[in-house]
């Protein structure tokens, strides 16, 4: 039985295109200092520090551990990189997690990071080695057709992604540290934006963020004493599948399935829309709302879309299960960060400190985020209470 | 210049690293036999079921592949992109359709492009064929097939994309 | 099943990244541009150049910039028979560590000498400046023997 | 605590160039002889698969990610990855395994680092402004610590011969070593300098290869009938980026790791150090307060083929192996990330009951 462990602390780059006024460390630096401001502690109370990012081709510093253990304050501490794809963000948080609940550290700092703006993601996603076939358009060029597969089995409306674009970006005018601020966006602006991977349109993508997360995480004795509300860690999950084999079913796979199944179990949830609150759910396309509604059990197959339209999941209807009320990764994507926001964001939920993107007497909240060919999941539940 | 501007606060860094690089044994079976013109699967030896490109194993078992198996140039649309924004580094004018094909054959999806056809009639199902380039230009390259273009076949219903013989449709 | 050949091919990974500096290296590369070198002290004292960001002891910012000579001792050093292609320089030359006049920490960069035994522990170099300074590292083009 | 064991460990040929082989190629027989030592079938038969690699070495992103093909993992499985050494892999599993989250792990590490010009390679994970933009080696970097050494009078040439002397005669009773041989200190001092002080002799070679090693709660290990070695501590610690602020005669971050792993408590029969270099291997030694009653790196060390990403998880494995023959009843491996011995992660073995 793993020891109980929980976030005393959370801080968050403002989320940007171009931060041109930090060094990459810096960026680090600023969500890991404002982490441990929440937390009302200091460097020296810090065990360990566990960093992730995506792939070092972004920044073009490889294993960039090596160069920000001073300005993360590790000498002397141990240090460990994460790379889990896309998913990073999350599993960062996981095995950081991991450290306090395997009975081994107190205290730890856990930061994830992207400075894309230090180059092309583009680039570093689709650079060709040779004799492959070089047409991957970027992440979009990969998942659309996986979203019109989507598309044809639930023979949902063409709107549901213009809906969920919306939605996400009215939940990010209330976050201030969102990228993208769209308090005015209309369906009709993101259905007349352009179409950038059909059936994706240009504002129904991610946009591409610098920005850093970090989160300190303490064992019970001293999330008991904290200031402030932890967030407990529930339920604690990661499922990994192969890319490509025969027969894999993409659209809906099954590692999101199996992960969320165990993340829920250990947490005591059954009905997830009915037990949680709340969700922060790795969406860097909009039709993958309704998609993972249905592969984490908020709707049965083919049905995810219809809570959408219902506005189940949006803040400003009212919904009964708000998705990504801060905004989501539609609204800011530094990559390798864009999973630890999710868990962090869920946790900030059951704190009661998500300011005007709080969903009301939060109690419960899914952290969720995914990476490579939707092939790899992170997730954890985050409660107010211990159990 | 005022003081102001000679502040620095970027700086560009180039960073080029020189690889020399070894396809694996199983993409070099694959590319040696396309170079011939043919489109050459690999079997898998535990659940049966034929990759290509093989990458090496079959990821679902887990197992080297080891079986070579002669494939068509024949495929079915398993699903489809079209493409509004370059690639970078590939001299293609979009829009264009990229698709998931399944060669007849084979039970696994590639990528390639899809042309000779209005875009707007692309759909999943669809038969398709390659269209080779001259035998003269062949090479270690999936760019040997120029592109994919409708055939006259009926479409594939969902279920069954993935699951031909080599033999073909029938419909 | 028929036996491949070994296919292989070259080519480059390559990307020239836009970094921003932010304040302290930033502050660095201004004043390598205009032909001078900062450093900065650390918590415990002693100047450091180039100037980190952070202190590797207390992890505080660092800020108090201190100016330090250009010319400076081999702490140690390595001597590069065979550059390689992305080295900065193409002749026989040495890596070395060297302490610069006003610095307690030694930086690394390369020293353009006729011969290993040319140089020793100890010796004093001086920067050579780039013919056109950027704001860059290589804006030190190397350090040669005083 | 749950005491965790090993219970497998297999590594490849280490080889300069291993030619047509993709990562999963590359991975995949390596998995089929641990599986086979631990009586296993697949990644479905343990609880949890940690790996380590780096993308820069062979020049692809997300290089990992092919690795998970060798895996069988479907159904899926509990996965990570760590872009580090598969030491790191192992101290991660090992947390997976004391929070009660699993009960046996398959980790893996493995690179190719021929296709690249490994020490360029590496001068990019130095600081981005102000060392990457000069494109200094990591062979130049030992060398300054190199000379360092020597001009201090801590070492001598003949030293680090010594230590290269040792290490091509153990390596040659290592089937996996790709440089070994009858060589004397003065076979090694007759070499010409490379990157003097360094000769080519005292740096490692460029390797290509995989290991792997499956953990297990000693309960599990039990019930599968197995020897096996028991972890009895693991800790990690890392320095500062700035070599200048560092003294490079000595590994600080190593000593600390030994003594929060337990070292000192007891004997060490046998040390795997993870030494690129001659005299790195030294400071080590002197870090760690070894004596002769230590024999140091019996499989001839990463002098004898170095493979970048999985050299630390092997250092593991070589301890394990000399365990549970019953040469060694207790151990020390050590791993090491960055320039100059930057990052040192130490794990002490002990000899479990049915060894």
Redesign the interface.
């Known amino acids: ?3 109980l462990a929980a976030v005393v602390g959370i801080g968050q780059t403002k989320y940007m295109t ?9 960026l680090l ?1 600023e969500a890991a200092f404002k982490a441990l401001q929440d937390a009302e502690l200091t ?1 020296d109370d810090i065990d360990a520090v566990i960093i992730g990012k995506a ?3 972004f ?27 896309g998913s990073v963000g999350g ?1 960062t948080a ?2 950081a997690a ?2 306090v ?4 550290f107190k205290r730890v700092l856990t930061v994830a990071f992207e400075k894309q ?4 993601a ?10 492959s ?5 970027g992440a ?2 990969y998942f ?3 979203i ?2 989507y598309m ?2 639930s023979k949902a409306p063409y709107d549901v992604g213009i809906k969920v674009a919306v939605k996400d970006r009215l939940h990010g005018a209330r976050n201030p540290l969102a990228h993208l601020q769209k308090p005015d966006i209309t369906m009709k602006e993101v259905e007349e934006s ?7 349109r240009f504002l129904e993508s991610c946009p591409s963020s610098d920005g850093a997360c970090a989160m300190v995480i303490a064992n019970e004795e001293l999330a008991d004493k904290a200031s402030k509300p932890p967030a407990w860690i529930r339920g ?13 079913e993409q659209v809906n ?3 999101g399935r ?2 969320a199944a165990d993340v829920y179990k250990q947490a005591g949830i059954t009905d997830p829309r009915k037990d949680l609150d709340c969700a922060e759910v790795y969406v860097p396309f909009s039709w993958y709302e309704p998609m993972w509604l249905e592969n984490l059990g908020f709707a049965p197959e083919g049905e995810g879309w219809k809570l959408t339209m219902e506005g189940a999941t949006s803040l400003d209807e009212g919904g009964d299960i708000p998705w990504n009320c801060s905004g989501g990764v539609l609204s800011s994507n530094p990559i390798g960060a864009s999973g630890m926001i999710r868990f962090a964001e869920a946790a900030r939920q059951v704190r009661g400190d998500a300011g005007a993107h709080q969903v009301e007497g939060a109690k419960l909240a899914l952290g969720h985020a995914y990476g ?1 060919g939707a ?2 999941f992170a997730m954890w539940v985050v409660g107010a209470e211990k159990s | 210049m005022s003081d102001e501007q000679d502040v620095i606060t970027g700086i560009n860094a180039p960073v080029y690293l020189k690889y020399n690089f070894t396809a694996g044994a199983a993409p070099s079976r694959f590319l040696t036999q396309l170079k011939k013109g043919v489109l050459m699967g690999q079997r898998c030896p535990k659940c049966s079921a034929v990759y290509v490109p093989a990458r090496g194993s079959c990821a679902l078992c887990g197992v080297a592949t080891e079986e070579d198996v002669q494939l068509s140039d024949k495929a079915t649309v398993e699903s489809f992109t079209i493409v509004s924004i370059p690639i970078p580094g590939n001299p293609i004018e979009p829009p264009f359709v990229v698709a998931n094909l399944v060669l007849d054959g084979s039970n696994i999806s590639l990528i390639h492009l899809l042309s000779e056809c209005e875009n707007s009639e692309v759909r999943i199902g669809q038969r398709v064929q390659g269209v080779w380039k001259p035998e003269s230009e062949w090479d270690y390259s999936m760019n040997n097939i120029r592109y994919f273009k409708p055939i006259d076949e009926p479409d594939v219903p969902a279920e069954k994309i993935g699951k031909l013989p080599v033999t073909g449709w029938e419909g | 099943m028929s036996q491949p050949e070994i296919l292989n091919q070259s080519f480059e990974l390559g990307y020239t990244y836009t970094r921003s500096t932010g304040p302290v290296i930033g502050r660095f590369m201004t004043e390598l541009k205009k032909r001078n070198i900062v450093g900065i002290k650390a918590s415990d004292g002693r100047v450091v150049v180039p100037p980190m960001e952070y202190d590797p002891d207390t992890a505080e910012e660092l800020s108090e910039f201190v100016e330090v000579g250009e010319q400076g001792e081999i702490v140690s050093f390595a001597w590069v028979k065979e550059p390689r292609e992305s080295h900065p320089l193409q002749q026989p030359f040495a890596w070395a560590m060297i302490k610069l006049d006003g610095a307690d920490v030694p930086m690394i960069h390369c020293v353009a000498a006729p011969a290993e035994s040319d140089l020793a522990t100890g010796a004093r170099v001086r920067a050579v400046w780039a013919d056109e300074t950027i704001g860059f590292i290589t804006d030190i083009r190397c350090f040669e023997l005083v | 605590m749950k005491d965790i064991a090993i219970v497998a460990y297999q590594q490849s040929d280490s080889v300069s160039d291993a030619g047509a082989v993709n990562e999963v190629e590359l991975i995949m027989p390596v998995l089929a002889r641990t599986f086979e030592q631990a009586g296993l079938n697949s990644a479905q038969d343990v609880d949890f698969v940690c790996s380590g690699s780096c993308d820069y070495l062979q020049g692809a992103a997300f290089a990992f990610v092919s690795g998970v093909d060798a895996l069988g993992a479907v159904p899926p499985i509990k996965e990570s990855h760590v872009e580090m050494d598969a030491a790191w892999a192992l101290y991660e599993s090992i947390l997976k395994i004391r929070m009660g989250h699993a009960d046996s792990a398959l980790i893996y590490g493995f690179g190719k680092s021929s296709p690249g010009e490994l020490p360029v390679v590496l001068s990019q994970q130095l600081d981005p402004y102000y060392l990457a933009p000069l494109w200094v080696d990591s062979i130049s970097l030992a060398a300054l610590q190199a000379r360092m050494m020597l001009d201090k009078g801590l070492i001598t040439e003949r030293d680090m011969a010594e230590v290269v002397s040792r290490s091509r005669r153990n390596a040659m009773n290592n089937p996996h070593a790709q440089l070994s041989g009858d060589i004397s200190v003065d076979d090694v001092l007759a070499e010409e300098t490379y990157l003097s002080p360094l000769r080519k002799a005292d740096c490692s070679p460029i390797s290509d290869g995989a290991s792997a090693i499956i953990i297990a709660t000693v309960e599990q290990a039990r019930a599968w009938g197995l020897p096996y070695a028991v972890i009895s501590g693991i800790d990690h610690c890392i320095e500062t980026h700035n070599l200048g602020m560092r003294d490079l005669t000595d590994s600080v971050s190593t000593r600390m790791a030994a003594n929060r792993a337990g070292m000192n408590t007891g004997k060490v029969d046998v040390a795997e150090l993870y030494a690129p270099f001659s005299h790195q291997e030294i400071i080590l030694a002197r870090a760690l307060g070894l004596d002769d009653s230590t024999q140091v790196n019996p499989s001839g060390g990463v002098l004898a083929g170095n493979l970048m990403m999985a050299s630390g998880l092997s250092r593991v494995g070589e301890v394990f192996n000399r365990i549970v023959k019953g040469e060694a009843q207790r151990g020390i491996a050590h791993a090491t990330s960055g320039p100059c011995l930057q990052h040192n992660l130490v794990t002490v073995l002990e000899k479990g009951e049915n060894a």
């Open positions: 039985m793993a020891n171009k931060r041109t006024d930090v060094s990459i460390a810096g630096r460097w792939p070092d081709m920044e073009g510093v490889i294993m960039p551990e090596v160069y920000l253990t001073d300005a993360l304050g590790c000498n002397g501490k141990p240090m460990l990189r994460v790379h889990t794809a599993s996981l095995v991991s450290h609940q395997s009975g081994t703006s230090e180059s092309n583009m680039w570093a996603l689709s650079n060709a080695q040779p004799f076939t070089h047409l991957n358009a979009g060029g659309a057709p996986i019109r597969e044809r089995r352009f179409m950038l991977w059909d059936p994706i604690v999950a990661m499922r990994s599948e192969p890319t490509m084999y025969a027969g894999r796979p099954q590692a199996d992960c490579g092939q790899f």
